[in-house]
């Protein structure tokens, strides 16, 4: 009989380096609960709309199921610059400057490997979206944290930033409207970073995938800053807007020479994006504008809702302009984000998300999605704040 | 116009005008309180809007979708479509006053295509029904011929499913 073994030795170093998601834990926890709220879902709790869902099944009737080109089908792509065009007077091009993918994950996977080389740094700032660190630690590059805070709202200052650059730093990942603060940036603060990137010669990965979900302030896309095309790559996708997550369709816009590296890992890895969902996407841009904006008056509804309650409830928490979360300030209940947020399941059935999972800078604040309907808001509310006023006895 | 209302068209609609209506548009019974929470206004902001929207006539009327199958009061209903013919100095809006002022009728409107003018009506039984149409619409002398259609089932309502919507499954928890 041959020697058995223990297979964990065949995982690659950079794999082990992962470190564990905070959200596994809350998984096992929130299991087996009964009467459970949720304001722990990132993303929208409304059903694709039906004439997507409807175009999709129409295609699969029709049997279009095969590859399409690596780069996506030309009608999305050309829905795509049209869209671009239409809304920030954007110019990419069809055949050379747009990529196709599966979901904004795979579009940021292969956006790091196309720049990162071993030992680059890259600056990534938190709190944000779980993915970016692991990425670029898997592309063997070194993160580099930046972080933003509440008396900025949130958003990213030039001053912040500089301090952090090195001559090893390679590229920035942004992502705003940003997961989990709901911040936004300002095209004032946006060009000081524009300047900073110019004078260091960095690149810029920008993750804009709650770009329509913003309330009062327009979203500035990075790409449209004087000079910032050629430097960016811009990742967003079809889930936030369309409700589409589950379809995973995403996409990249940049120069060609990054777009066309890119697909270069695409083919291989991916080939093309799922054909049904690219053909849910075009109608999508082409016809889904009006149900996409009905979405986002209903969430900014809620969002005012949330915001208005966790500060009735003496949770501060300021007005977040843009994705679908709240970020309430936990920090003067002398709990920690963590135990907040196990204690407050466990006693009152409330999913949230320990702020620190998006960063240490996180610690202190709960990530609340207002993805959830108006009730479960309410009920939520209600119970939280009974939690808190148990606190203070 | 027969209206008694002055139509002011709001022009420029204001976002939370907007928020205010489309709230009331799906639940007409939400509070002030409750679309007060959900605009970032007060009640009392709220209450006034809602005034003004109801004096100017952009609010019409409130009213409630029920489904009477369910306390066993099976209304037929049939929606009639009608030919006619106009006479001198009279358009469409005399034939349909003279209808739709039937309590019967429930709506009448003026179609393009190959009738005129299309009813729905609501009885107690189908003879109920025929008998309406045949006295009182039938006889009427501008309407040439008109075409009966018994509704055997309602799907959908004034933008109501009448079944229990779709679900959504989620994750409890995801980035």
């Known amino acids: 009989m041959r020697p058995s073994c223990n297979p964990s030795k065949f995982v690659a170093d950079a794999v082990k380096e992962i470190p564990p998601s905070g959200i596994r834990r809350f998984f096992d926890l929130v299991s087996g609960l009964e009467d459970v709220i949720s304001l722990g879902v990132g993303e929208p709790d409304f059903i694709t709309p039906w004439h997507i869902r409807e175009m999709c099944i129409h295609s699969l009737e029709k049997g279009q199921t095969s590859y399409t080109s690596n780069y996506g089908l030309p009608e999305l792509r050309d829905e795509l610059t049209r869209t671009y065009y239409r809304r920030y007077g954007l110019d990419y091009d069809p055949s050379s400057e747009i990529l196709i993918t599966t979901g904004v994950s795979e579009a940021l996977d292969i956006a790091v490997r196309t720049v990162v080389n071993p030992g680059d740094e890259v600056i990534i700032v938190q709190p944000s979206y779980v993915a970016y660190m692991p990425s670029v630690v898997l592309a063997g590059g070194k993160p580099v944290i930046v972080s933003t805070h509440r008396d900025d709202e949130f958003?990213?200052?030039?001053?912040?930033?500089?301090?952090?650059?090195?001559?090893?730093?390679?590229?920035?990942?942004?992502?705003?409207?940003?997961?989990?603060?709901?911040?936004?940036?300002?095209?004032?603060?946006?060009?000081?970073?524009?300047?900073?990137?110019?004078?260091?010669?960095?690149?810029?990965?920008?993750?804009?995938?709650?770009?329509?979900?913003?309330?009062?302030?327009?979203?500035?896309?990075?790409?449209?800053?004087?000079?910032?095309?050629?430097?960016?790559?811009?990742?967003?996708?079809?889930?936030?807007?369309?409700?589409?997550?589950?379809?995973?369709?995403?996409?990249?816009?940049?120069?060609?020479?990054?777009?066309?590296?890119?697909?270069?890992?695409?083919?291989?890895?991916?080939?093309?994006?799922?054909?049904?969902?690219?053909?849910?996407?075009?109608?999508?841009?082409?016809?889904?504008?009006?149900?996409?904006?009905?979405?986002?008056?209903?969430?900014?509804?809620?969002?005012?809702?949330?915001?208005?309650?966790?500060?009735?409830?003496?949770?501060?928490?300021?007005?977040?302009?843009?994705?679908?979360?709240?970020?309430?300030?936990?920090?003067?209940?002398?709990?920690?984000?963590?135990?907040?947020?196990?204690?407050?399941?466990?006693?009152?059935?409330?999913?949230?998300?320990?702020?620190?999972?998006?960063?240490?800078?996180?610690?202190?604040?709960?990530?609340?999605?207002?993805?959830?309907?108006?009730?479960d808001i309410k009920k939520a509310l209600e119970r939280m704040e009974d939690f808190v006023d148990g606190l203070k006895q | 116009m027969s209206n008694s209302l002055t139509f002011v068209p709001v022009t420029n609609m204001d976002e939370k005008i907007r928020h205010i209506l489309e709230i009331l548009e799906t639940d007409a019974r939400t509070s002030p309180e409750e679309i007060a929470s959900l605009t970032d206004m007060s009640a009392q902001e709220v209450s006034q809007a809602i005034v003004k929207l109801e004096e100017t006539g952009v609010i019409r009327h409130y009213k409630t979708i029920v489904d009477w199958d369910l306390v066993g009061e099976n209304y037929v209903y049939a929606v009639i479509e009608l030919k006619v013919t106009l006479e001198r100095n009279q358009g469409y809006q005399a034939i349909a006053e003279r209808i739709y002022k039937f309590p019967e009728v429930r709506s009448v409107r003026l179609l393009s295509g190959n009738y005129d003018i299309s009813l729905t009506v609501r009885g107690k039984s189908m003879k109920d029904v025929a008998f309406f149409v045949a006295e009182k619409i039938a006889t009427l002398d501008q309407v040439q011929s008109t075409s009966t259609h018994f509704v055997l089932k309602t799907y959908k309502e004034d933008g109501v499913i009448l079944r229990e919507p779709e679900t959504i499954e989620r994750l409890p928890v995801s980035f």
């Open chain 1, 155 to 375: 958003s990213l200052t030039a001053e912040a930033l500089k301090p952090a650059i090195t001559d090893k730093t390679k590229a920035i990942i942004l992502n705003f409207p940003n997961n989990p603060t709901g911040a936004i940036m300002e095209q004032e603060d946006l060009e000081g970073i524009a300047d900073l990137v110019v004078e260091n010669d960095l690149f810029v990965i920008s993750d804009e995938v709650y770009e329509c979900l913003t309330y009062g302030g327009k979203h500035v896309p990075f790409s449209s800053l004087d000079g910032m095309k050629e430097r960016t790559v811009m990742l967003n996708g079809f889930s936030k807007a369309y409700a589409m997550t589950g379809l995973r369709l995403g996409f990249a816009m940049g120069s060609p020479e990054i777009i066309h590296s890119m697909m270069m890992i695409h083919q291989y890895c991916m080939m093309c994006a799922p054909t049904t969902a690219q053909i849910g996407a075009i109608e999508a841009l082409r016809h889904g504008k009006e149900e996409m904006e009905r979405m986002v008056r209903e969430y900014d509804r809620r969002r005012h809702l949330i915001v208005r309650g966790f500060n009735r409830i003496g949770l501060e928490c300021c007005n977040p302009k843009g994705a679908f979360y709240a970020f309430p300030y936990i920090g003067n209940t002398g709990l920690s984000s963590s135990e907040f947020a196990e204690r407050l399941l466990d006693e009152k059935k409330v999913v949230t998300i320990p702020g620190d999972v998006f960063g240490e800078s996180g610690e202190g604040f709960l990530r609340c999605s207002y993805a959830a309907s108006v009730n």
